[in-house]
């Protein structure tokens, strides 16, 4: 299928310590905006650069900038999704922002809408969504999918942990979205819930 598993020993080091049941939620914080920096320096490899005339100051050079930056768009998956959103916006921090907000109903785990705001000229722009889980994946395929009505140029969509049934889910209605993920963790339990996962991430980040 169509997943990466991001394997940086830097990612994978300070993963453990954010799922550690004892890490504070100052710690959690500070180690999801880390981690998620090295996650945006992961996937924004292939990025397209071009030249640009610029001037040192020992003269004129030819330099390499990136060519679509301003074109990137972050859209996060309130709430958690902001976590991973402030990392990336510290390391490309002319991107635009989108939010998305979805909750889970508590029974039925099916994603319930009550926010949604992209930048207007979506169609011109490739997006990366985040969100620190895909738990039974409902979130993601709703959010995907609500996406897709707005015709952007391209999207990826970014975790730091997904179960094996909510890729599955996932990648059943959008194959063609490449995920990337730090850790594919053993199952759900009959919550919902990624075992043996973080916990809930929002309650880590805000209590
Ligand atoms: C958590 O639940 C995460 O941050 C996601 O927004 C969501 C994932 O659950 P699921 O829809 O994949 O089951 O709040």
Same mark, same amino acid.
């Given at each position: 299928p169509n997943v990466t598993i991001i394997q940086h020993p830097l990612i994978q080091h300070k993963l453990t310590l954010m799922r550690r049941e004892e890490t504070?939620?100052?710690? &959690? /914080?500070?180690? $999801?905006r880390e981690i998620s920096m090295l996650l945006a320096y992961e996937i924004t490899r292939d990025l397209p650069l071009r030249k640009q005339l610029i001037k040192t100051p020992l003269g004129p050079m030819e330099a390499p900038i990136l060519a679509s930056e301003k074109k990137m768009v972050i859209v996060s998956i309130m709430r958690a999704?902001?976590?991973? $959103?402030d990392g990336i916006l510290e390391l490309i921090p002319s991107a635009r922002v989108g939010h998305i907000g979805l909750y889970r109903d508590? /029974?039925? &785990?099916?994603?319930? !809408? +009550? +926010?949604? /705001?992209?930048?207007?000229?979506? !169609? !011109?722009r490739e997006v990366l969504v985040v969100d620190p889980m895909i738990a039974t994946g409902n979130t993601? #395929?709703?959010a995907i999918e609500r996406l897709?009505?707005?015709?952007?140029?391209? #999207?990826?969509?970014?975790? $730091?942990?997904?179960?094996?049934?909510?890729?599955?889910?996932f990648?059943? +209605?959008h194959p063609e979205v490449p995920l990337y993920t730090a850790a594919?963790? !053993?199952h759900l339990d009959e919550h919902g819930y990624i075992i043996p996962g973080l916990g809930d991430a929002g309650d880590r980040l805000f209590g």
């Open positions: 504070s939620t100052a710690k &959690f /914080r500070q180690l $999801l999704g902001q976590g991973i $959103l508590p /029974r039925t &785990f099916i994603p319930i !809408e +009550y +926010y949604f /705001r992209l930048p207007d000229d979506i !169609e !011109e993601a #395929v709703a897709k009505q707005t015709n952007p140029l391209s #999207v990826k969509f970014l975790c $730091l942990i997904a179960s094996p049934e909510g890729i599955d889910h990648h059943s +209605y594919i963790d !053993e």
